[in-house]
Every structure is written in structure tokens, then in C-alpha cells.
């Protein structure tokens, strides 16, 4: 009896982790980016010369890139580096895109605070999630939506703007807030759209080629930047705590969009993006340890909303996305109709005659 109960509950719980290990993935990645952020910020706010945002994308995609490239090299990855030939383009766009993605956070790190930073990019899932509804066609459910919502909720108590706010030891007047804001929402369009692009993509290349692309083409672009640009200046290390946060830099990177795109490709766009929402408590938290800042009632409140609204994602997948029964080796038109696969299968028959290398 108690082997079989055991049993029970082994697979209970392999049925809870195939259905969200793409929500756990994601989940682990945002350590990574909340690291990331924290180091950069402090980079470019603490620093004397400070660093400028288009170096810190440079020494983190030049370091990603290298890491990848290694890392493939010694794994032998499929298709490695320029992937299949069917989805090149769709790589180079998620390459674009990301690097507006990448380039919106760390510029609005220099006159956002760390939490108002990060509640901006809370805007691209949604975005994202209605990106992929329209142009492939993935549902975005009515859970999806009410999530979203409650969580902008959350946000909104999160948010308080203010006319003028803190970076570091210096004051940052409103037109630079105003500035560093629109780019953050141009950041926000950029992430949405390397959201939409890697589910298009799917399981068709390997995550570390996906990676691959976004930290050269980033690479590229910010160095063409830094060499054109007369009021962009190349800051070389004083010390070695910068050292350090540079290196650590480019290694969160690495981690982090590894754990982001093999998430994305198992879990769909809108609900893996709500695990965004636990970037909030690590910014809490790094801004109490680092700047000694203490959130207020209301900051308290609408982190309850957001982890609430994110673990009620996690757990209220419905039958059409968490069937786990296989398809037996000869099958039909109504097999495939009746029988639910995982969320990284479920495609129509015309999909799987048309395109045998899904």
C-alpha cells in the first residue's frame, strides 16, 4: 500500500513538473537577470567615470558570445552556429529585437531605480502574449488575460512614479526621467518582440543557437556604437570590484538567456512572461541591501498581488495544456484531434504535413 501511494505521488508530481518545468525554467532565469540588472546599475550609477549603457550590452553579449560559441563547440550542437536554414531569419529578428530589449533596461537603470526599472519591462509579456495570439495564432486564454490584469494591478501600487528620483548619490531632473521612461518602453517592444520570435521559432533550433545569434548581433551593433558615437566613451576598469561585476555581467547573461529561451519554447509567451513578476521581489530586495531603501504598505501589497497572480498561473493550466497522453504509433486525423499532447506538440495536421521538421 505504501508503495503504491508513493508511487501515486511520484507521479503526481512528474505530471506537475512536465506541465510547468517551462514556468520553472523561466522562473530560475530571472535570478540571473535581477543579478544582472543590480550589477549594471551599479556600474553606471557608482562608478567614477560611469559606465554608459551601450558598453555594459557589450561586455555582456561579448562574454555570452563567447561562452555559447565554446559551449556548443564542446557539446556539438545541432546545426551550430548559424542553425537551420528555415528559421535564420526568424534568428536574426530575435537577435534585433532583443538587442532593443537589452539597450531600453540598462539605459533606463540609469536614471530609473532598480524596482521602476523592472516594472516597466512588466509590460512586455502581455505585449508579447497578444503578439503571438496574432501572428501564430496562440491562444491566449481567459486565465492568461485576468492574470495580466491583476498583475498590472499589483504594478500600478508597485509603481508610484514621482516628478524626480534617486540614481545612486545624484538627482535625476524629470526631462531624464521622461527620456530614460520612453526608452524603457522602447525596451518593451524590443523584449516582446524576441518573446514572439523564439516561439516562433520553437523547438526547431536549439536554445544556445537562439542565444548565439542575440549576444553576436548585440555585440556588433553596440560596438559599431561605441566606435561611431562621440559622446559614448569605452570605461576600462579602476578596480577590481568592477572587474568583477563586468565579468559577473556576462556570465548572469549567459545563464539567464539560456533558462529564458529553453522556458519559452516549452511554455507559451503569455503565461511563462507572468514569472517576470518575481523579478519585483529580488529588485526589493537588492535595493534594501544595497541602498538601504524599504518598501512601503502599498509596495507590500502589490507584491502579494503579483507572486499571487503568478502562482495562480502556474497552477491553473487547462486540460488542453496539460494532457499528457501519447499518441500510439499509427494514427488518424481524429487521433490527433482527440488526443492531447504536450504544449510544445500541438500542432494541427496540416502543420505536421507541410512541416515535417517541427
Not at 514556468?23 to 530571472?30: C, E, Y
Not at 521559432?201 to 542575440?214: E, K
Request: glycine share 8%; charged share 10%; with cysteine.
Amino acid at each position: 500500500m505504501f508503495g503504491s501511494m508513493l508511487l501515486r505521488w511520484k507521479t503526481i508530481a512528474q505530471t506537475w513538473y512536465d506541465a510547468n518545468v517551462g514556468l520553472l525554467l523561466f522562473a530560475m532565469g530571472q535570478l540571473f537577470s535581477s543579478s544582472m540588472n543590480l550589477f549594471a546599475r551599479i556600474l553606471e550609477t557608482t562608478s567614477d567615470p560611469p559606465y554608459n549603457a551601450m558598453q555594459i550590452v557589450f561586455t555582456r553579449m561579448s562574454i555570452t558570445t563567447v561562452a555559447c560559441t565554446f559551449y556548443m563547440w564542446m557539446n556539438g550542437v545541432p546545426d551550430a552556429p548559424l542553425g537551420p536554414k528555415e528559421v535564420r531569419p526568424l534568428l536574426v529578428a530575435r537577435g534585433l529585437t532583443g538587442f532593443f530589449g537589452l539597450f531600453g533596461m540598462y539605459y533606463s537603470l540609469t536614471y530609473l531605480s532598480l524596482s521602476d526599472a523592472t516594472v516597466i519591462s512588466f509590460l512586455s509579456p502581455t505585449v508579447a502574449g497578444f503578439a503571438c495570439s496574432i501572428f501564430i495564432k496562440e491562444k491566449f486564454g481567459r486565465v492568461d488575460k485576468i492574470a495580466g490584469f491583476i498583475s498590472f494591478f499589483g504594478v500600478v501600487l508597485i509603481a508610484q512614479p514621482t516628478p524626480n528620483v534617486t540614481a545612486g548619490d545624484s538627482t535625476v531632473t524629470t526631462g531624464q526621467r521622461l527620456a530614460a521612461v520612453g526608452v524603457a518602453l522602447l525596451g518593451v517592444l524590443g523584449a516582446a518582440g524576441a518573446f514572439t520570435t523564439i516561439r516562433c521559432i520553437g523547438q526547431r533550433a536549439h536554445p544556445l543557437i537562439s542565444v548565439n545569434y542575440f549576444a553576436v548581433i548585440c555585440t556588433i551593433v553596440s560596438s559599431f556604437a561605441l566606435a561611431i558615437s562621440p559622446s559614448l566613451h569605452f570605461v576600462l576598469p579602476q578596480a577590481a570590484w568592477q572587474w568583477a561585476l563586468l565579468f559577473s555581467i556576462g556570465i548572469c547573461g549567459f545563464c539567464y538567456q539560456f533558462l529564458l529561451t529553453a522556458g519559452l519554447q516549452r511554455e507559451k509567451a503569455g503565461r511563462a512572461g507572468n514569472m517576470l513578476y518575481l523579478q519585483m521581489f529580488l529588485a526589493f530586495l537588492f535595493e534594501k541591501l544595497v541602498w538601504n531603501e524599504t518598501p512601503n504598505w502599498m509596495e507590500y501589497a502589490g507584491s502579494g498581488i503579483i507572486l499571487g497572480s503568478a502562482v495562480w498561473v502556474a497552477v491553473s493550466k487547462r486540460k488542453t495544456e496539460t494532457g499528457y497522453d501519447k499518441i500510439s504509433t499509427t494514427v488518424t486525423a481524429d487521433d490527433l484531434e482527440s488526443q492531447p499532447q504536450r504544449p510544445t506538440e500541438t500542432y494541427e495536421l496540416s502543420d505536421l504535413t507541410a512541416n515535417p521538421t517541427l
